[in-house]
């Protein structure tokens, strides 16, 4: 059961530097790069900063389980009329045609240990 959010304020950049520190082992195995591009100004969030990370890792994850070849990873904040976001896209082939209707359906996974929040 997930527990509920904490909010605070803090910057978004904190998301993706920490995803990035926890990542590090997994993208030099898999030799992937992680190339993080701010645009962000420095903004500032409310949100629970445990739930974005996990919500972050677990993009990052599923981008390095979709290039076995290695590649690159690029994650891109962005800020613009007060909205801020964070966008994260791989090198690999992409959703399959026939799950493409579920991947944003909380909690669907493909993997026999995944958490579908990725």
């Known amino acids: 059961q997930p527990k509920a959010p904490s909010k605070t304020v803090f910057p978004f950049r904190a998301v993706i530097d920490r995803v990035a520190s926890i990542a590090m082992p ?4 898999h030799d992937v790069v992680l190339d993080i591009r701010d645009h962000s100004g420095g903004g500032l969030i409310s949100g629970d900063p445990d ?7 677990n993009l990052v994850l599923n981008a390095i389980d ?4 290695g590649g690159m990873i690029t994650a891109e904040l962005t800020s613009a009329d007060g909205e801020i976001s964070l966008t994260i896209s791989d090198q ?10 579920e ?16």
């Open 26 to 29: 997994e993208l030099d195995r």
């Open 51 to 57: 739930q974005l990370h996990q919500a972050g890792l």
């Open 66 to 69: 979709a290039m076995p070849a």
């Open 92 to 101: 690999g082939d992409g959703v399959a045609d026939e799950i493409r209707g």
């Open 103 to 118: 991947i944003f359906n909380p909690f669907f996974t493909t993997k026999t240990k995944g958490t579908g929040l990725g």
